[in-house]
């Protein structure tokens, strides 16, 4: 099923089918304007609702009811008028809102008059040695795997991290009958002590009893390892063991899948190589968009929602979205904003959904040791440059990420830094004694994922493609 | 690695992976048919050739690059397994040309 | 208060950090103001092609005395800037274009100047198997090579330094005047002042100029550029075309750049640009065609740096035609990269000795402005 955009304008095009995105979609086009959402996964979902048309895990307390909430977002976005193309891959917009997309191998332009990016997130980085080894792999992608593909860890697993994601993957994975045979909680000591203040909003939050029976019954069947605080893998050519320290005790487990988590962070290649602006935001650790209310980003006609606007969860993005798409139908068709629940009302959801949020950034913030590594750990996975690599071109004179490039290469595989760049900015941050936000971070550049010669190729070409020969 | 449940009731597809026939389902990806298999789906990288298997199953990693019915450096976490499908590991820097 | 140096450099790209090094090696300690970072725009991001080839003839003696220096760049700049020189390949794909390499060759053998060479089919399919059969031949520049821009202006900046010349990044140059027979210029809140003045701030070169009553026909303009992930080696030389827009190299890392100088729009105030994908695309469709083996290479990324273009594609190069004490270096229109070394070394020559056995003498600003000055140059 490939099919290419049917008109070359719109006047909303949505990027990412998550929470925020099915939401936007369908608040665009219930209000009328001709929107088109490009995805770049099979099926709408997102990560948080992933599968959720086409999962073969139909024993709904599986995969437990906040995922089910996904089908009714779906079911009121294909009521809708909103186009929607998966497995088209977005690889460039810019200023001027033209958008390039893959679509089953060849590419689509087409121009917006608005638009929102609602490309959620992608899990931290969590550079420990060994990370690179075959059999070491997110908590992201286990859950990936369990909700697609209904597979489960099967050989000795250990998961390790901390966050609610990590125990919500850890009973769905129990329920499914897999195994897990160890959980190490990297949480630190003092976090609970910092979020104690935060605690009482978490406390009325929907997350706080449904954590916490999540807990219970995940610790109820699995030894778990609290105040967890070196962690490393090793094996050769493939994971054979899994090492920590938690108290004074060192211990080593042999193991065949190692499962990563803390926390995720917004995916912001596509809206930095659009020339949004973004800062470092000290609490989540991570850089987020700069956005008005309405989520408007400093380039006109570019909103951002979801947890690409800051993480909030699923709930949160869900409003997000409804709230960037009401703006551009009050931008640009303002009679049909009647229709569409008031943005006061909105902004009450909004409060509601982001309540406890504070709470669980302090308490999950991840500790300096597994942000920041050393020595030969790897930082650049594509480009497998070291800690140490890096330090020492700090050493010899590499001011900040896009400095570094020219010494070794870091970010320029790839992934355009999507593994390594928080790393990279914090490492260089602490090597020079400035903060994050000064050092800055990659430019990032379009294609945001490689496309082949073939297909660039192929894309229509106009007037302008003979002219005089100037040389570079 | 990873098993299949066994409610999981999708119908049956046949990929070939370097050749050798691999058993999956409707609506796995190429990353997930590989890792549910018994073959060694493991890569080696352009740079030091160091062995690496699917990081992020969610398309930011590139470390599930194959060769998919001749096209080299797909990210197989994003493809879907179709009947007949040829996928081959990549060792190295992905030849080009061929 | 008012700090006194020996030459201020205005602008930190390959052109403001040769010249401050070899201020330096005169005995001279220079003040080096760059307002992002040393390389941050076209000297840190060009296609990094060190050519001869194909140059303007009023630029070729600067070309020459430049490729010296690249030859033995380590030992200049303590870094090997990544130089290789495997030669770079003009290719006719056509027996037009062809006759057109063979009056050019020619032509510069008049002259005096043999680092053209003309080559036939079998030449050309020897140092570039894998172009397309085609081509009957093209012209070589044995010499020529590539290197990597943000090393290199980064390591020409940093030996700079060493040698004494101060460095101030991340602040711009203000308000530029002369009085007492110094050139004063505002760093954020310090105030240098020197006799002596070097405008190689590429881009922003033009408006400066202005400024000081030389206004000359440039604009500000952004040479896409395209990377692919990494391929197994198939070609050594940097190959580009005679006929059509294309620039085409294969680092030691495997990976390939594209380039040939279809532009980006530049929004020079925001440091940013917006490539034009339907260019790029011609770009893509040239290798396609002249280089079958790369169609299924993946393009991993494209840029595009911002800098000055002449009217008539030829730098600004020598002293001011107004000022006393005041030097260009801009304008490079494309193709200073492989410039920058050399005319370094010249530009400290003119200041320091008031001339140059290089022959400049076309490269300046007096061919907009007649000079005003008492006692003309003497180069």
């Known amino acids: 099923m490939t099919l290419a955009p049917k008109r070359e304008d719109y006047d909303v095009v949505v990027i990412g089918a998550g929470p925020a995105g099915l939401a936007a979609a369908a608040t665009a086009a219930e209000a009328g304007l001709s929107t088109l959402l490009l995805d770049e996964n099979m099926g709408p979902g997102g990560q948080v609702f992933r599968a959720i048309s086409s999962t073969p895990v139909t024993d709904r307390n599986q995969l437990g009811a906040d995922y089910w909430v996904g089908a009714d977002l779906v079911q009121v976005l294909r009521a809708s008028s909103a186009e929607v193309i998966h497995r088209a891959t977005v690889w460039s917009l810019d200023r001027n809102l033209e958008i390039a997309a893959s679509i089953g191998g060849a590419s689509a332009f087409v121009k917006a008059n608005r638009v929102i990016i609602a490309s959620g997130a992608l899990e931290r980085p969590f550079p420990i040695a060994g990370w690179t080894l075959p059999g070491v792999m997110t908590a992201g992608a286990a859950q990936t795997m369990l909700k697609s593909s209904a597979l489960v860890p099967n050989g000795r697993t250990v998961i390790a991290g901390q966050g609610p994601l990590l125990w919500l993957l850890a009973a769905q994975i129990l329920r499914l009958g897999g195994r897990i045979d160890r959980i190490l909680d990297t949480t630190e000591r003092g976090n609970y002590l910092a979020a104690l203040p935060h605690a009482f909003a978490f406390l009325t939050s929907p997350y706080f009893a449904k954590g916490l029976a999540m807990m219970r019954e995940v610790k109820a069947k699995v030894q778990v390892v609290s105040g967890v605080t070196e962690l490393s893998a090793s094996g050769d050519g493939q994971l054979a063991s899994v090492s920590y320290v938690a108290g004074r005790r060192r211990e080593t487990v042999p193991a065949d899948l190692l499962l990563l988590h803390q926390g995720v962070v917004p995916n912001v290649n596509l809206a930095m190589a659009a020339g949004v602006e973004h800062r470092w935001d000290d609490l989540q650790l991570c850089w987020s968009p700069v956005l008005d209310a309405n989520g408007n980003s400093s380039v006109a006609g570019i909103a951002i929602a979801g947890d690409g606007a800051g993480i909030g969860g699923a709930n949160a993005a869900v409003v997000r979205g409804r709230i960037a798409a009401r703006a551009a139908v009050e931008a640009l068709a303002p009679a049909s904003a009647a229709k569409l629940v008031p943005m006061a009302q909105l902004r009450t959801d909004l409060a509601k959904a982001e309540r406890g949020r504070v709470f669980l950034d302090t308490l999950f913030r991840p500790a300096r040791q597994f942000r920041i590594p050393s020595g030969d750990t790897v930082v650049c996975r594509c480009e497998e440059v070291t800690a140490k690599d890096i330090l020492d071109a700090v050493a010899i004179g590499a001011t900040g990420p896009n400095q570094l490039k020219a010494y070794r290469r870091t970010g320029m595989g790839p992934c355009q830094g999507r593994l390594c760049g928080l790393t990279v900015t914090e490492l260089m941050a602490q090597a020079r004694g400035k903060t994050p936000q000064e050092i800055g971070y990659y430019r990032l550049r379009a294609p945001v994922k490689p496309i082949t010669l073939a297909e660039l190729a192929a894309v229509p070409k106009t007037e302008a493609d003979v002219k005089a020969v100037v040389r570079g | ?98 | 208060m008012t700090k006194n140096v020996d030459a201020i450099v205005v602008g930190g790209g390959i052109h403001g950090c040769s010249t401050a090094l070899h201020l330096c090696l005169a005995g001279m300690k220079p003040m080096l103001i760059e307002k992002d970072y040393a390389g941050r725009h076209a000297s840190g991001v060009n296609a990094g092609g060190v050519r001869q080839l194909a140059r303007h003839i009023p630029e070729i003696p600067l070309s020459i005395r430049s490729m010296g220096i690249w030859e033995k760049v380590a030992e200049l700049v303590d870094d090997d800037c990544s130089f290789e020189s495997h030669g770079q390949v003009l290719v006719a794909e056509n027996e037009e274009e062809l006759a057109v390499c063979r009056a050019r060759v020619a032509e510069l053998n008049g002259l005096g100047f043999t680092h053209e060479e003309l080559i036939d089919a079998a030449e050309l399919r020897r140092l570039v198997p894998a172009v397309a059969e085609t081509c009957p031949g093209g012209v070589v520049s044995r010499r020529d090579g590539a290197a990597n821009p943000a090393q290199t202006t980064t390591a020409f900046r940093r030996k700079a330094e060493r040698l004494g010349a101060t460095v101030r990044e991340g602040v711009a140059a203000n308000n530029i005047r002369y009085r007492d027979g110094r050139w004063h210029v505002e760093v954020g809140s310090d105030t240098f002042a020197a006799p002596v003045l070097v405008n190689a701030a590429g881009a922003w070169a033009g408006k400066i100029a202005a400024d000081l009553g030389e206004p000359v026909p440039v604009e500000t303009v952004a040479p896409m550029l395209m990377i692919t992930s990494r391929v197994p080696h198939f070609i050594d030389p940097v190959v580009i075309l005679r006929g059509r827009k294309l620039s085409f190299k294969q680092f030691v890392n495997g990976t390939v750049l594209i380039g040939g100088g279809h532009l980006a729009t530049p929004y020079q105030d925001r440091n940013e640009t917006v490539l034009d994908w339907k260019s790029l695309a011609t770009s893509a469709q040239t290798v396609f065609e002249l280089f079958p083996v790369m169609r299924s290479a993946t393009i991993v990324r494209a840029w595009a740096g911002i800098e000055a273009k002449m009217k008539d594609d030829i730098p600004v190069f020598g002293p001011s035609s107004r000022h006393q004490g005041l030097y260009h270096q801009f304008g490079f229109s494309l193709h200073g990269f492989q410039l920058g070394p050399g005319a370094g070394a010249v530009m400290a020559e003119l200041i320091v000795n008031g001339g140059t056995q290089t022959r400049v003498s076309d490269l300046g600003i007096d061919r907009f402005h007649p000079s005003t000055l008492q006692n003309k140059r003497t180069s």
């Open chain 2, 1 to 98: 690695m990873f098993r299949r449940s066994e409610h999981d009731q999708r119908p049956p597809v046949q990929i070939f992976v370097d050749g050798v026939a691999v058993a999956a389902r409707q609506g796995d990806t190429v990353s997930a048919a590989l890792l549910a298999s018994d073959v060694d789906a493991r890569r080696s990288t352009a740079v030091s050739g160091a062995p690496r298997l699917p990081y992020c199953m969610m398309g930011v990693c590139f470390d599930c690059l194959v060769t998919i019915d001749g096209v080299g450096n797909r990210q197989g976490c994003l493809v879907p397994v179709a009947d007949g499908m040829q996928v081959e590991i990549q060792k190295g820097k992905r030849e080009i040309g061929k």
